[in-house]
């Protein structure tokens, strides 16, 4: 795997460029908290709302 391919893997997910890189507890920790932050934010909720196109239905985060 190449240095922009392990780039990509961790913008896309937290955690996947340790993996790939070997660094497998520090991998492990942000992909633990980046799932417990989406939770506890209702991070999910918003993306799915405005992909719907309910956008006015989506929480404000101010």
């Known amino acids: 795997m ?3 391919e ?3 893997w961790s ?3 937290p955690g996947f460029g340790q993996l ?3 660094h ?3 991998g492990i920790v942000f992909l633990i908290l980046e799932i417990m932050i989406n939770v506890q ?3 999910n ?3 799915f709302l405005s992909f ?3 956008i006015e239905k989506a929480p404000l985060f101010i």
Request: net charge neutral; glycine share 12%; proline share 4%.
């Open 24 to 26: 497998y507890v520090k």
């Open 11 to 13: 913008i896309a997910l």
């Open 20 to 22: 790939s890189n070997g």
């Open 45 to 47: 909720e918003l993306i």
């Open 41 to 43: 934010g209702n991070f």
């Open 6 to 8: 392990k780039l990509f």
């Open 2 to 4: 190449n240095p922009t």
């Open 52 to 54: 719907n196109g309910e």
